[in-house]
């Protein structure tokens, strides 16, 4: 869709999620205001999310809201997560489009310029694809190429490979984004099954300005499980498999036994076969188990209705308040 004629400049807004991010934050803010100050035409909004930090990234960002009106924030009541918190900058956006983009400088501001001719060009969604990423190791980079394919593999949605959360998206995407009311998100699989008019836009990654990354090991993990339980029912699929294959091998071993003691008069050992059955019979069950625990986990967090986030104050937004029509809590408010 092409971006409606607007008397005023069109607004952008940038959601920029944050946890523990004060070796870096004043950078961030003085990367995207050196880029803000090239754009022609478009106003912007910068909506930092504090995602629960125990550092001083809330302090800090306080500071620069100060004396810049262009600056809001959100600060939540404890850590949400960045999907979570990136949903909160989405409700709170009031742009004909966001683009989400991370704290530590990976992403570097200055591709937004790219991503801004091609909304102009038409596209609703222009989405940032790694060509390189320094700095990162091996295990990393092999376990994220095998998650992105594994997740194509096993999703009915097809989900760019090597791309992160850095995008635009226009505000018709966003709006339906909003519409959407999931509480295990994982918006770059929700970003492709909205569909619209997407294309890609290559990119070189940057190291991590400073501090830690956000996601070790484990983190990767339970985001990767994210991802593949949200937009696919095939491990449930697969567990059918496993049990019908099960049984048929099991069959198979019935009849062999069957035929050596008919032909051949002797017979296995019966202890042998007993251990071989129940240890193989237990652990398929167990795992058919955990995965159908999985969605029902996620059935359950969705029934209990609980609120998205809570947010514990907010800078920057005037007299109007930072939320859509998903019911998070506010507990504190500041202009």
């Known amino acids: 869709m092409i971006p409606p004629a607007h008397h005023s400049p069109r607004l952008l807004s940038l959601v920029i999620p944050c946890y523990n991010e004060e070796a870096v934050v004043s950078e961030t803010v003085k990367r995207l205001k050196s880029f803000a100050a090239d754009l022609k035409n478009i106003d912007i909004e910068f909506i930092f999310i504090d995602d629960g930090s125990r550092d001083q990234t809330r302090a800090i960002l306080k500071s620069f809201a100060v004396s810049d009106t262009r600056i809001k924030i959100i600060s939540f009541a404890r850590n949400f997560g960045q999907q979570v918190a990136m949903t909160a900058g989405l409700d709170a956006s009031r742009g004909d489009a ?11 501001p200055e591709v937004i310029h790219e991503m801004i001719k091609k909304w102009e060009e038409g596209y609703d969604v222009i989405y940032g694809t790694r060509t390189e990423r320094p700095g990162e190791s091996v295990f990393k980079l092999a376990t994220a190429r095998l998650f992105y394919r594994l997740l194509n593999k096993l999703s009915s949605v097809p989900i760019p490979l090597d791309t992160g959360d850095f995008r635009l998206m226009s505000l018709p995407v966003v709006d339906v984004l909003r519409a959407m009311p999931e509480r295990d998100r ?27 990354t956000k996601y070790p090991l484990k983190k990767m993990i339970t985001f990767a499980f994210d991802g593949i339980l949200s937009f696919s029912s095939k491990p449930l699929e697969l567990s059918l498999i496993l049990g019908m294959g099960i049984t048929a091998v099991s069959s198979l071993g019935i009849l062999g036994i069957a035929a050596q003691r008919f032909f051949a008069g002797d017979w296995v050992s019966l202890e ?46 005037g007299g109007r308040s930072p939320i859509y029509s998903r019911s998070p809590v506010v507990m504190e408010k500041q202009p």
Not at 187 to 202: D, N, T, Y
Not at 291 to 308: A, M, T, V
């Open 98 to 108: 966001v683009v989400l983009i991370d704290a530590d400088l990976q992403d570097p």
């Open 186 to 212: 994982f918006i770059r699989g929700m970003v492709s099954w909205v569909g619209f008019k997407q294309i890609a836009l290559p990119y070189k990654r940057a190291q991590r300005f400073a501090g830690e």
């Open 272 to 317: 042998l076969i007993v251990l071989v059955a129940v240890g193989l019979l237990g652990g398929l069950q167990l795992l058919c188990l955990g995965i159908l625990g999985q969605y029902i986990g996620r059935i359950y967090n969705e029934i209990k209705n609980r609120p998205l986030y809570i947010i514990q104050e907010h800078q920057g937004f």
